[in-house]
Structures are given as C-alpha cells and as structure tokens.
C-alpha cells in the first residue's frame, strides 16, 4: 500500500516539475516588437515631356522597275544577217545603236522599181502640161477671146493634167515607201539602256510584228510604293500629285541588302496613282531614281531592276512635338500625368501621327510634364501614386505615407525610413516595354 502512494506521488511530481518548466520557459521569451503598417501610394512608370524638333517618315516597299519597258519589234519581214555584240541578254545598248540587220536585197530592189515609176509618171505628167498649155494656145488662136465665151475643162485638157499629176505623186508616195522599208531592215536602238531578253537571232527568219528582244530605258528608275492615309497624312501628299519644280515631291531614301551588303539610293517622290487599288484600299506613291545604273547607283552599285527595296520617305517636320509611348495613350486624344502633388490628372493632347517612334504630340502638353506610360489597374484621376523612372526609381520626394495605428502608439518613430530622391533631369525617356 505504502509502495503504490510513493508511486502515484512521484508519477504527480514529475507532471507539475514539466508544467512548471514550460511555464518558466514561456515567461523567458521574449515579447514580440508591435510593427506599425505603412500605406503607400501605387506605383506607376512615367515620361518627362521633352519638346523637340520632329520630322515625319513614311515607310514602304516596293520592286525597282524602269519607267520606260518595251518589246521591240521588226516592221518588215526578212532574214536577219547581223547581230550587234551587244544584243544579249543584260546587254548595254546606246540610242541609235544598230541592233540588228535584216536582209535587204528585196528592199533594195523595191526602191529601185519605185525610181522608175515616179520617172514615167514625171514625164507623162510634164507632156500633159505641154499638151494642155497647147490646147489654151489653139483655143484663143481660133479667137475663143474675142467671143468672150469660157473654154470648158475638157479643151483645156484638165482632167487629163489632174491624172497625170495623180500618177506622178502616187509614184512619189511609193518612193518614199519603198525607202521607207529599206531604212526598217536596220533595226536600232530607240533609248539608252539595257536588254532584258533577246528573242532573234543570226541567220533568222522574221516577219513583220515578230517581237525580237525585251528592252528598257537606264535614265529613270521607279518604285512604286503603297500608302495608307495615315502614311499620305504624314507626307501631305494630296491624291493624285504630280511633282513640278514649284511643288517638288518629298525625298526618298531607298535602301536594300545586296550579296550581304547594305545600299543605299536618293529617290524623290514624282507622282501618286490617280485612283485606290480597290484590293488593298491603298494608294501608291511613286519614287523615281535618276541614271539608277550610272550618276544614281551607290558608290557604283547600280538600282538594278527587279531588285526588292525598302524606302523611307521624308515626310512634314514639326518645330515643337514629343514623342511618347503608343502605351501612353488612354482614349481618343488623351493621357493622363502626375502633378506636382502627386496626382494623376487626365489632359486632353493633340496627336499629329502614331509612328514607329510613339505617338506624336504637338500640343496638350507642358515641357516637363510626367506622363503615365504603365497600365492603371483601378487607379483614376484624383488618386495620388508614386510615379518612377524606367528603373523603378521615384522620380522625385514622395509625400509622407499614412501609419495605421497599432497598440503602441506612444513609441518613438523617429526611426522613420528616408525616401530616396531623384531628379527628373536622371528620368530616362520611355518606361519599361515603351517606343522611343
């Protein structure tokens, strides 16, 4: 009995010397330090509005092709008996060039039958005139004067001198026809440029309308390049121009990667389609390059044509604009910035064009003035944020942030953690993801 009471009073002791150690050790800890919640404004991206110099630029593509192209074709008939060195395909041909040459045997003969037709019909247009000069000498011999009566057509042999003079220039119209076909059996060149594709040969039979060769001029290149109206917008290009020297066209820089090189062309705007192309609703603009293969090429690389190029069009310059994001933009013409006290403040902008750069403004806008260029998720007009640069740095001193009160209020806060302070002078020009 004695031994089971020693048992239950030591199984007792060993309970509470547990809980009392537990007790003691939850009294040693140390009391945890209240933290005060700090509310803080949101954060956005913003832009220094910065005023400067802009010009416009169109942008397009287009295939080289020369102004003037055309298939030259014979006019007589005949064997050809001389090929020019430069008749070949790519060949290099001078105006009045001899291309090629048809027999003219026949021709020749032609000419020579033709002489001796306006020869007889010469003289039997010259012995009507005596015969008729001869017919008014008889008729006022046997006094057709004196009776004051006028001699009819047929005693003045008339309508046989008016024949006669017929044959004789039909005789003569025949000459000239005849030489005419001889002069064709030389074929030349009507312009100076090149041969895109040969189709005759030596020792081979044409007939009249037979093509023999694909050619076209070296003075003018042409681009055509299609234009949407924003495009036409930016170069002010009306529908329908035509450059003159009063109102020449917009300069074009044609480019294009040639054998892994990079070329470049100086181009001027001459004339826009008269009408949209009802496929793609655009309107093409087209750029011509002079002596593309001589004076214009770069550096002695010739605009060759059929090349595919690019073209970056000079379009309207604007003394004062600012380029921003395309982010920037929250509706039709406006954005919203962060004043002085740190409000988000919606302003009405002028927009000009939406580019490869951004949008540009030309007015609305203050030198200096923080534009948003992140999203605003729940954020309006009236609410302050924290505006930062595109490293997420504070563009300037934010204002003191509101404290929720906790169960220590009468704790010191001298401890209050400095903002850091930037300069808008250190704001780079777009936010994170913006266009320049």
Known sequence: MIRKFFVLFGTLAIIVFFAAVIVLMGKMRPEQEQKQAVVTNPAVFVTAAE????????????????RTEINLTTQVGGKVVKVSDNFIDGGIITKGDTLIKIEDADYRVAVAQARAQVAQAE?????????????????????????GETPSSLT?????????????????????????????TTIKAPFTGRVRSRMADLGQFVSPGFGIAR?????????????????????????????TKTTPGPNVIISASV??????????????????????????????????????????????????????????????????PRIALSGQGTVFIVNDDLVVVEKQITVVAITERGVIVTAGLEEGDLVITSRLSGIGPG?????????????????PAKKALSAN????????EEETETTIADTPSTAPGGQQ
């Not at 003289?123 to 004067?145: I, K």
């Not at 220039?169 to 002069?183: G, I, P, V, W, Y």
């Open 51 to 66: 005023y400067q110099d802009i010009r416009l630029s169109a942008y397009a593509q287009g295939e080289v092709k020369p």
């Open 123 to 147: 003289q039997g247009f010259r012995l009507e005139q005596a015969e008729a000069e001869l017919a008014r000498r008889d008729w006022e011999e046997l006094g057709g004067l004196q009776s």
């Open 156 to 184: 003045l042999r008339e309508p046989q001198l008016a024949q006669a003079k017929a044959n004789f220039d039909a005789a003569k119209a025949n000459l000239r026809n005849a030489q005419l076909n001889l002069s064709r």
């Open 215 to 243: 050619i076209f001029a070296t003075d003018v290149a042409e681009i055509r390049l299609p234009m949407s109206d924003n495009d036409l917008s930016k170069l002010g290009l009306p529908i329908a121009f035509v450059s």
């Open 259 to 324: 054998a892994g090189a990079n070329h470049t062309w100086a181009g001027q705007i001459v004339r826009t389609d008269a009408a949209y192309d009802p496929g793609t609703r655009q309107i093409s603009a087209i750029a011509a390059v002079k002596d593309p293969y001589g004076a214009g090429s770069d550096d002695g690389f010739p605009l060759a044509v059929g090349l595919f190029v690019s073209a970056e069009i000079e379009g309207a310059q604007f003394a004062k604009a600012v380029v921003l």
């Open 383 to 399: 609410e302050e944020v924290t505006p930062l640069d595109a490293k997420g740095k504070k563009i300037f001193k934010t204002k």
């Open 409 to 416: 209020d009468n704790e010191d806060n001298d401890n209050e």
